[in-house]
């Protein structure tokens, strides 16, 4: 009987060291247990933000001038290369100017013989105003004589004007460049027949420095914007900012920058957009017309603008937006937020951030609203590896 009660307290013994050793054990795992997932964060700031916009547009020349005859020739030559640059003023055909010359000629002729009419009739209108002072001659035949020089007059004045005329059709028959610009193909050779004011053009002229870019926006999008403007959610772009910035086709910047010079006032029934042209230096003649590009065009501006990664904003499937936050307590809460822009990789945020929140930008995956999360500054540790990874270049 006392060995029975032996090896009872020893197996009531073995049971309390092993019980004992389960509350270590179960002590030791929870110290032992995962931290929170990690979660990158930038902090949202407040800072001064300028809305550029990206619009399509295509180029157009500065000016455009189709030369077409004035009088009716025989073109004997062609005096410029096709693809050079002229000046306003440069002779480009010269047409046959033999009748022209003549009927100059003649139109001088008549006018001599006007100016003699209107000589002979001065002289016998003076002459009869002293003979009717002893009444010798009546005063009918001295009206008649001031008439006749009137009439001596006016034929001069119209001998005159055939002159002009016959000099003008004389100098058209050399065509000259209207304005200064890049020169086209020609359309006629010498020996052909043109005609005054025809329809097809002898050659096209074009202007390209500066050059015009015309630009296309949605009306819905510049309603938009000045509904912001008289909110006063934006502000004007000053005119030292308000510079056109152009991309060519290939994504490269173009070195000049241009300038704004008028928003159309009416809206297009298909397209529902607004035109805008901007005007751009093209000193090397690099942008020619009809070239598809993009500019960036400063709209407006906000002192206090709110700018996030795109990352960090998800879109419900209603299509509202929403971001999470490390709030207190590093506990993960769900902020409904308004987008007003997209900008390049960043959302212009109109409302539901503030400064100073931590938006989460990484670790999406793993977290969940009211998880608590381990903060990770991602500016902070990109600036801490950017030493060592230069380091590690070296």
């Keep these: 009987m006392r060995l029975l009660l032996s090896s009872s307290a020893a197996v009531m013994a073995v049971s309390l060291m092993l019980v004992g050793c389960g509350e270590q054990q179960a002590q030791a795992t929870g110290a032992g247990q995962m931290p929170p997932p990690a979660a990158g964060f930038v902090t949202v700031e407040e800072k001064p933000f300028t809305l550029v916009n990206e619009l399509p547009g295509r180029t157009t020349p500065y000016q455009v001038a189709e030369v077409r005859p004035q009088v009716t020739g025989i073109i004997e030559k062609r005096l410029f ?10 002779p480009l055909y010269q047409l046959d100017d033999k009748l022209y010359q003549a009927t100059l000629a003649s139109a001088k002729a008549e006018l001599a ?11 016998a209108s003076g002459r009869y105003n002293e003979l009717v002072k002893s009444e010798v001659v009546s005063q009918q035949e001295l ?9 001596a007059q006016a034929q001069v004045a119209a001998a005159q004007a055939r002159v002009d005329t016959a000099r003008i059709n004389l100098e058209y ?14 359309s006629v050779t010498a020996g052909a027949l043109v005609t005054a004011n025809q329809m097809q053009a002898l050659v096209t002229i074009r202007q390209l420095d ?5 630009l296309t926006q949605s ?5 938009a914007l000045r509904a912001a403007m008289a909110s006063g959610q934006m502000e004007t772009v000053g005119k030292e900012q308000a510079s056109v910035s152009v991309v060519l086709p290939d994504g490269s910047i173009y070195p000049h920058k241009g300038t704004l010079q008028f928003s159309e006032y009416a809206v297009d029934e298909t397209t529902g957009t607004v035109a805008l042209r901007a005007l751009v230096p093209n000193p090397e003649g690099n942008l020619l017309p009809g070239m598809f590009v993009r500019a960036r065009l400063p709209q407006a501006e906000q002192e206090h603008a709110i700018v996030v990664p795109q990352k960090g904003i998800t879109r419900e499937p209603t299509g509202q937006a929403s971001a999470l936050v490390i709030g207190e307590n590093n506990m993960v809460e769900k902020r409904i937020v308004e987008t ?12 539901g951030l503030k400064a100073g929140d931590r ?5 999406l995956q793993k977290i969940g609203v009211g998880m608590p999360v381990t903060p990770v500054d991602t500016l902070a540790t990109k600036a801490a590896e950017q030493p060592s990874s230069a380091t590690a270049g070296e």
């Design 81 to 90: 290369n096709e693809g050079d640059t002229v000046s306003a003023g440069q």
């Design 113 to 123: 013989n006007a100016e003699a009419n209107r000589k002979k009739a001065s002289l």
């Design 143 to 151: 009206e008649d004589s001031d008439a006749n020089l009137s009439v």
């Design 173 to 186: 028959t050399n065509i000259k460049a209207p304005i200064d610009g890049r020169i086209g193909r020609s």
């Design 210 to 214: 500066p050059i015009y870019v015309d």
């Design 219 to 223: 009306y819905d999008e510049l309603r």
């Design 340 to 351: 007003a822009k997209a900008v390049g990789s960043e959302w212009l945020i109109k409302s």
């Design 359 to 363: 938006l989460i930008v990484d670790g």
